[in-house]
């Protein structure tokens, strides 16, 4: 019984010990790297960790609300963190892989509006659903008032629930995560497939012409990859439901940040490695 009780707290504790580990971790990897390849192979891993803290970040906003969210017994979109997350993610890794050809800049930007498309529609139609097909109001269990709009909830609440629907500000966190998530995807996509155009040509000996397909494959399963790592990774944080930034979970977010940083840099390093060794 008491494993069972045993809940983490909101807020979740800091492990001081175990963040330092982590960045000594990721410390190392980024001296493998350099050691393997200093130029390019370095930069591609520090833009494929960026990427990988954006999305791990940006989870944290996704209002999530699991299969309570189903019956109207808290509030958020009733899928899992990582399914979620991921979708906002791949919709906007799609985007940006379209603008690929127009820079780095504009790729991210592009990528990062078609995460935040997806969540906002998303959301939008969560809402449909909660209000003219099961007839329950957005209503926050976290906060006595919207922090956006300054609504108060209490008297929209129904009792023995958490909360239903999508209060305003958990559809803005929502939109704030696909944006986050979608230029995080981008950026470890067009980062690896730089170098992967680059380095492919001499590793298999053939024109860059022959070998842009193999790296544009290679790029966007290595990006998904790690999308979906750093989704799983960031729900384990997250551990349940969360309502968007400003349900307490959120604080939760520097030990992810550290986590991310950590799993991007090991599943980078090792897709640069296949090319560079």
Same mark, same amino acid.
């Given at each position: =019984?008491?494993?069972?009780?045993?809940?983490?707290? &909101?807020?979740?504790?800091?492990? *001081?010990?175990? =963040?330092?580990?982590?960045? +000594?971790?990721?410390?190392?990897?980024?001296?493998?790297?350099?050691?393997?390849? *200093?130029?390019?192979?370095?930069?591609?891993?520090?833009?494929?960790?960026?990427?990988?803290?954006?999305?791990?970040?940006?989870?944290?906003?996704?209002? $999530?609300?699991?299969?309570? &969210?189903?019956?109207?017994? %808290?509030?958020?979109?009733?899928?899992?963190?990582?399914?979620?997350?991921?979708?906002?993610?791949?919709?906007?890794?799609?985007?940006?892989?379209?603008?690929?050809?127009? @820079?780095?800049?504009? %790729?991210?930007?592009?990528?990062?509006?078609?995460?935040?498309?997806? =969540? %906002?529609?998303? /959301? =939008?139609?969560?809402?449909?659903? !909660?209000?003219?097909?099961?007839?329950?109001?957005?209503?926050?269990?976290?906060?006595?008032?919207?922090?956006?709009?300054?609504?108060?909830?209490?008297?929209?609440?129904?009792?023995?629930?958490?909360?239903?629907?999508?209060?305003?500000?958990?559809? +803005?966190?929502? $939109?704030?995560?696909?944006?986050?998530?979608?230029?995080? @995807?981008?950026?470890? !996509?067009?980062?690896?497939?730089?170098?992967?155009?680059?380095?492919?040509?001499?590793?298999?000996?053939?024109?860059?012409?022959?070998?842009?397909?193999?790296? $544009?494959? +290679?790029?966007?399963?290595?990006?998904? %990859?790690?999308?979906?790592?750093?989704? +799983?990774?960031?729900? !384990?944080?997250?551990?349940?439901?969360?309502?968007? *930034?400003?349900?307490?979970?959120?604080?939760?977010?520097?030990?992810?940040?550290?986590?991310?940083?950590?799993?991007?840099?090991? /599943?980078?390093?090792?897709?640069?490695?296949?090319?560079?060794?």
């Amino acid at each position: =019984m008491s494993a069972v009780a045993a809940k983490p707290q &909101a807020g979740g504790a800091i492990n *001081p010990g175990a =963040m330092a580990v982590g960045i +000594v971790l990721l410390i190392i990897l980024l001296g493998i790297a350099y050691v393997v390849s *200093p130029g390019i192979g370095l930069m591609a891993l520090i833009g494929v960790i960026i990427g990988g803290v954006l999305i791990g970040f940006g989870v944290h906003f996704v209002p $999530v609300g699991g299969a309570p &969210a189903a019956m109207g017994q %808290a509030p958020g979109i009733a899928t899992g963190v990582a399914m979620l997350a991921a979708g906002a993610g791949l919709a906007g890794l799609f985007g940006g892989a379209w603008a690929a050809e127009q @820079g780095l800049e504009m %790729a991210v930007v592009t990528g990062a509006i078609g995460g935040g498309m997806m =969540m %906002a529609i998303t /959301c =939008m139609m969560v809402n449909f659903v !909660y209000v003219f097909g099961m007839g329950i109001p957005a209503a926050s269990g976290k906060v006595a008032k919207d922090p956006i709009t300054g609504d108060t909830q209490a008297e929209y609440k129904s009792q023995g629930t958490e909360g239903h629907g999508l209060p305003f500000v958990s559809f +803005v966190g929502g $939109v704030i995560g696909g944006i986050l998530g979608g230029a995080g @995807g981008t950026l470890i !996509y067009i980062e690896l497939l730089e170098l992967y155009k680059t380095t492919l040509p001499g590793v298999m000996k053939v024109t860059s012409a022959q070998a842009e397909p193999i790296a $544009v494959s +290679v790029a966007g399963i290595f990006a998904i %990859a790690l999308f979906l790592v750093n989704a +799983v990774l960031t729900a !384990y944080n997250i551990t349940g439901t969360i309502e968007g *930034p400003h349900d307490p979970k959120f604080k939760r977010w520097p030990r992810a940040i550290v986590a991310s940083a950590v799993a991007s840099a090991l /599943c980078g390093l090792v897709a640069i490695l296949i090319v560079v060794m």
